[in-house]
């Protein structure tokens, strides 16, 4: 017997194609980030932690479990509310959520009204448990912390959706903290589209560097940040918790003719007539008038090729490393940007929809979990040879797999597809998480 929905393929006759296979997963590496979650506890911590302000006490589905559902669907790139119908009788996603059937998207949009700001706090201290833990599984020696800013657009009537004169958009404007060198997201912060990149970036930071300074005392911490963030309370943070600092400062008149009588030596001691490039470093004292005391200026004197003339780019910090090493330091601060396109394109942190603006604060912290769990799991769970894979070759070759739910007595099997290529970095990642030590 046919079914209705077979269709048979024009190609070859002999083909046909229906939708009728069983219980069957594209998402199997689902299981992987579970055996993960049960490691680390996340799941438990967001149990634990999540209080949100919600006068039904009858649930079919709690507040906890909706979060969690959510920070799963964005691991498999299931960002939309909507996503959640579709998948409300996915078998992987129910085993580890330990549900019969998950919560469609009107009970998520439900949820999504009734967060608020200790909402925000709470999530915020649920990843700063969690960078807790995985920093005992592998310690930093240093902490680069590097700060931008960036543009969330919007379309509709968010609150604090405002115009922005630099990107020239429409949205929000969050400060966000990367590690440069692990590239979890130590810390984001949703803000009105309109205000300037530095705006209370002291408050923002400041409870990091205390956080750090006592879960790893042994630890180096570096501020990293562009001009936007040539502020001099934000040197004086530093300076008093015994911070290094590396921040591009704005070019000006007064660093130029600081910078003016080492050129004047170049051209003495090189011949810098020709149109080859070149590039120099030094470095010099100078205190700026808002300053309260002087500091150190790296600047780094570049002759393009064709040029005749010296670009200069000035950088201020407390690090005594050579000119050029310094000047090398800040340059690495191009991680962040990719840092940021993964947090956008793998893990939707654009999509600000909801019109509460801590909604939509809340949901950038949901979403800043979902990216650091996937990070963790690469930096901590995967091969050598793949733990510097993004977000879209991980759910290529570990997460859409194919597989069979088998209910047999006590047991769920789940029967993964014999032809898949990574067979071996799935038994791989499994045995390293086995190896982990289990929190919570």
């Excluded at 070759?397 to 007595?409: F, N, T, W």
């Amino acid at each position: 017997m046919h079914s209705v929905n077979e269709q048979t393929m024009h190609f070859n006759k002999s083909v046909k194609v229906n939708f009728e296979g069983g219980n069957l997963t594209s998402d199997a590496g689902w299981l992987l980030y579970k055996e993960f979650d049960e490691k680390i506890g996340l799941s438990q911590a967001i149990t634990d932690h999540l209080n949100v302000n919600d006068p039904n006490r009858h649930h079919i589905h709690f507040n906890d479990d909706v979060i969690i559902q959510k920070i799963y669907q964005h691991i498999a790139g299931y960002h939309a509310d909507d996503h959640a119908d579709e998948l409300r009788h996915e078998p992987v996603l129910t085993t580890i959520l330990g549900k019969e059937v998950l919560a469609s998207q009107p009970t998520i949009s439900r949820l999504n009204q009734k967060l608020d700001k200790e909402t925000m706090k709470q999530l915020q201290s649920v990843n700063s448990l969690m960078q807790k833990r995985v920093d005992i599984i592998q310690p930093k020696e240093n902490i680069m912390m590097d700060l931008d800013s960036t543009n969330l657009a919007t379309y509709g009537e968010q609150h604090g959706s405002a115009f922005n004169t630099h990107y020239q958009a429409q949205g929000y404007h969050p400060l966000m903290m990367f590690d440069g060198l692990t590239g979890d997201c130590l810390k984001a912060e949703l803000r009105a589209g309109h205000v300037y990149t530095s705006r209370q970036v002291v408050r923002f930071v400041g409870p990091e560097i205390k956080r750090y300074r006592k879960q790893s005392p042994w630890a180096t911490l570096c501020i990293r940040g562009d001009s936007g963030f040539a502020i001099p309370a934000l040197y004086q943070l530093a300076e008093t918790h015994d911070v290094h600092y590396v921040i591009r400062l704005k070019a000006n008149n007064v660093l130029k003719q600081k910078a003016q009588p080492f050129e004047d030596e170049l051209w003495k001691q090189f011949d810098l007539n020709t149109t080859e490039a070149k590039v120099f470093y030094t470095s010099f004292d100078y205190q700026a008038r808002a300053w309260d005391k002087p500091r150190r200026v790296v600047v780094k004197m570049e002759k393009p090729e064709g040029e005749l003339f010296f670009t200069y780019t000035f950088i201020v910090t407390n690090m005594g490393l050579s000119p050029k090493n310094i000047v090398k330091l800040y340059a690495n601060r191009g991680t962040m940007e990719n840092f940021i396109k993964e947090a956008k394109n793998g893990f939707a942190f654009d999509q600000m929809s909801s019109p509460s603006f801590y909604s939509n604060a809340t949901k950038l912290q949901l979403m800043v979990l979902a990216y650091n769990f996937n990070n963790w799991f690469r930096r901590l769970c995967l091969p050598r040879t793949m733990n510097k894979n993004r977000i879209d070759n991980i759910r290529l070759k570990l997460l859409k797999i194919a597989g069979k739910l088998v209910r047999s007595g006590r047991y769920l099997t789940f029967k993964l597809c014999s032809s898949c290529l990574y067979q071996k970095a799935y038994w791989q990642t499994l045995r390293t998480i086995h190896h982990l030590p289990r929190f919570g």
